[in-house]
């Protein structure tokens, strides 16, 4: 099966400015290469090094902010096949910059593709979970849900995590964590790493989501898909 033609884009929510070791970006690795050695083009983007405004809409200089990175973030976003959003644990939950990405990401869910969906159709995503506290499967509901919500398509096995014993100690890239080492981390990363390829090809190759039942245009047009209900007529 070829993969040559597929694009993933790594966002990294860290709250690390580079060039500062992100262990976040230790486990990121692990999944990026797999796909790197299948052919699939891999982009990554740490979101704190650029300078994202907070809002809700797709470009936040419309809204009174001077400056607002995410644009060109968006572009890539939009090229990609494949979207993992990775980030740390803080307080058991996602990270002020994870929620941040997610809030840009629902600023361009409404625009339409050619066939009428929301733009988003035909795309997969995942994500990516550390830290040296609970709460990975906390903040994968939450980011996994938003993205599926958005229009992303889920695969099974969709988050892999690390986390070291409860309270604080080692993060995933120290000496002597075990995280580079721990089976059930790089075992679940693999899976996910392959499901997201898996269904990214099957999406491309049956031409997305088949669009009949879920064309916002064609609902605003007056097409109801088969939904009966006598007082909506």
């Not at 690795?29 to 790197?36: H, K, L, P």
């Not at 499901?195 to 491309?204: D, G, S, T």
């Amino acid at each position: 099966m070829r993969f040559d033609d597929l694009r993933a884009l790594f966002i990294n929510c860290t709250l690390k400015r580079s060039p500062e070791l992100s262990h976040t970006q230790g486990l990121i690795d692990v999944s990026a290469r797999i796909m790197e050695k299948h052919g699939v083009a891999v982009s990554h983007v740490r979101a704190v090094d650029h300078d994202i405004a907070t809002g809700v809409w797709p470009d936040m200089t419309a809204h009174g902010w001077a400056s607002d990175a995410w644009p060109g973030i968006q572009e890539q976003v939009m090229a990609a096949d494949i979207l993992v959003l990775a980030g740390p644990i803080w307080l058991g939950d996602n990270s002020s910059v994870t929620k941040r990405v997610i809030e840009r990401l629902y600023g361009s869910s409404g625009i339409l593709n050619p066939a009428g969906q929301y733009a988003y159709y035909g795309r997969v995503g995942g994500c990516l979970i550390t830290g040296n506290e609970d709460g990975v499967k906390h903040c994968a509901m939450n980011i996994l849900y938003s993205l599926q919500h958005l229009g992303y398509t889920i695969p099974p096995q969709a988050d892999a995590g690390w986390i070291g014993e409860a309270g604080p100690g080692p993060s995933y890239l120290d000496p002597d964590s075990g995280g580079p080492r721990n089976d059930f981390t790089n075992r679940n990363t693999t899976f996910m790493t392959w499901n997201l390829m898996h269904l990214a090809r099957m999406l491309k190759d049956g031409g997305g989501v088949p669009a009949y039942g879920n064309q916002r245009s064609a609902w605003d047009a007056g097409a109801r898909f088969d939904f009966e209900n006598p007082e909506y007529r």
